[in-house]
């Protein structure tokens, strides 16, 4: 059994303090106990202190791990058709030990789900063996065979898939579909009528990006989709390509369900969340929240990950905010 305490903990109720968990050898939460008032949290008997925050682990909810090889291969600044452009000259062989040693950063630094797009069969023994939870999304122009693991087919996006075959797929889906939506203007007219055209109402939707959203949109989706629908927002990636942000604030006053993902190295130099969430402007916990995969809760099995580089009078994270595995 270990007893672990930090400044704050991540609850389901937002961040509190003052508190302790208990955790068993399998990594089950078994209590969450309060410190009474006066006790030095960094001096309790029997209990490992960590500065800062404990969270669950966190899921990526948006990555393309088989494109790991490509870091620093594709200019900043080149814009959604230059980068498009790119990406089909871009060498695609020889990234498998990229991958794996991705995969096993994202483990340390607390990630325990992903949301992984495939085109390829290139990362498929890296994620079996992976102590990471993948759920793989195979885009309909991507793959010859299907992986030993969680997998769905997806269409990558209204622009790439023909309305047809777009409407077949998605009528066929057994599960939600992960669809790149209104990165730029560079796709198709009025994509938010568009996508409720062709998708079945009942389709649970991952949208992912959702750079020129407007309320509009907003409108259209939420009022055909009668199973969830999960905003994902990558905002180092679209910097990096187009400079433009996805609606933040249109988001939240919609009490839209937001997720946070970090596409891919191709237009990324890093797959830290952490790194996501600095650019983004909300409540440090609801932010928190975007990330965490699970809850610590008793009967549970969340991970713990300790998130230093916190101001803990702002709650605002600093340059050297940075996450570690604890469990």
Same mark, same amino acid.
């Given at each position: @059994?270990? $007893?672990?305490?930090? #400044?704050?903990?991540?609850?389901?109720?937002?961040?509190e303090p003052r508190r302790v968990v208990r955790v068993s050898e399998e990594g089950r939460v078994v209590a969450v106990e309060e410190v009474p008032d006066g006790a030095a949290l960094d001096s309790l008997p029997g209990v490992e202190f960590f500065p800062g925050i404990l969270m669950?682990? @966190?899921?990526?909810? #948006? =990555? #393309?791990?088989?494109?790991?090889?490509?870091?620093?291969?594709?200019?900043?600044? =080149?814009? +959604?058709?230059?980068?498009?452009?790119?990406?089909?000259?871009?060498?695609?062989?020889?990234?498998?030990? &990229?991958?794996?040693?991705?995969?096993?950063?994202?483990?340390?630094?607390?990630?325990?789900?992903?949301? %992984?797009?495939?085109?390829?069969?290139?990362? *498929?023994?890296?994620?079996?063996?992976?102590?990471?939870?993948?759920?793989? *999304?195979?885009? *309909? +122009?991507?793959?010859?065979?299907?992986?030993?693991?969680?997998? #769905?087919?997806?269409?990558?996006?209204?622009?790439? &898939?023909?309305?047809?075959? *777009?409407?077949?797929?998605?009528?066929?889906?057994?599960?939600?579909?992960?669809?790149?939506? @209104?990165?730029?203007?560079?796709e198709v007219a009025d994509p938010a009528a568009r996508l409720v055209a062709q998708t079945p109402p009942e389709r649970e939707m991952i949208l992912v990006h959702n750079c020129l959203v407007t309320q509009r949109d907003i409108?259209?989706? @939420?009022? !055909? +989709?009668?199973?969830?629908?999960?905003?994902?927002?990558?905002?180092?990636?679209? $910097? !990096?390509?187009?400079?433009?942000?996805?609606?933040? %604030?249109?988001?939240?006053?919609?009490?839209?369900?937001? $997720?946070?993902?970090? /596409?891919?190295?191709?237009?990324? %130099?890093?797959?830290?969340? &952490? %790194?996501?969430?600095?650019?983004? /402007?909300?409540?440090?916990?609801?932010?928190?929240?975007? &990330?965490?995969?699970?809850?610590?809760?008793?009967?549970?099995?969340?991970?713990?990950?300790?998130?230093?580089?916190?101001?803990?009078?702002?709650?605002?994270?600093?340059?050297?905010?940075?996450?570690?595995?604890?469990?």
């Amino acid at each position: @059994m270990r $007893r672990l305490c930090s #400044h704050l903990l991540l609850t389901p109720w937002g961040l509190e303090p003052r508190r302790v968990v208990r955790v068993s050898e399998e990594g089950r939460v078994v209590a969450v106990e309060e410190v009474p008032d006066g006790a030095a949290l960094d001096s309790l008997p029997g209990v490992e202190f960590f500065p800062g925050i404990l969270m669950p682990a @966190m899921l990526n909810a #948006h =990555c #393309h791990l088989e494109l790991s090889g490509l870091r620093g291969t594709i200019p900043a600044g =080149c814009g +959604f058709e230059g980068f498009v452009e790119a990406m089909k000259a871009a060498p695609r062989e020889g990234g498998e030990a &990229v991958a794996k040693a991705w995969d096993a950063k994202m483990w340390a630094e607390g990630v325990g789900r992903v949301w %992984d797009v495939c085109n390829g069969t290139s990362t *498929f023994a890296t994620k079996v063996a992976s102590r990471i939870e993948y759920h793989n *999304f195979i885009e *309909f +122009f991507g793959i010859g065979r299907q992986p030993d693991m969680s997998f #769905h087919t997806t269409p990558h996006s209204l622009y790439a &898939v023909d309305p047809a075959a *777009f409407t077949r797929l998605a009528e066929a889906a057994r599960g939600p579909l992960s669809v790149h939506f @209104m990165e730029s203007a560079f796709e198709v007219a009025d994509p938010a009528a568009r996508l409720v055209a062709q998708t079945p109402p009942e389709r649970e939707m991952i949208l992912v990006h959702n750079c020129l959203v407007t309320q509009r949109d907003i409108d259209i989706v @939420m009022g !055909h +989709f009668t199973g969830p629908v999960t905003w994902v927002v990558c905002p180092r990636s679209n $910097r !990096h390509i187009s400079g433009l942000q996805p609606p933040l %604030d249109l988001l939240r006053r919609n009490r839209l369900t937001i $997720r946070v993902g970090t /596409d891919s190295l191709a237009s990324n %130099d890093t797959l830290s969340l &952490v %790194d996501e969430l600095r650019l983004l /402007d909300a409540p440090l916990a609801e932010m928190l929240g975007w &990330v965490a995969a699970d809850r610590i809760a008793p009967g549970r099995t969340p991970g713990i990950v300790n998130l230093t580089g916190v101001d803990l009078r702002t709650l605002t994270l600093t340059e050297n905010a940075r996450t570690k595995r604890i469990i």
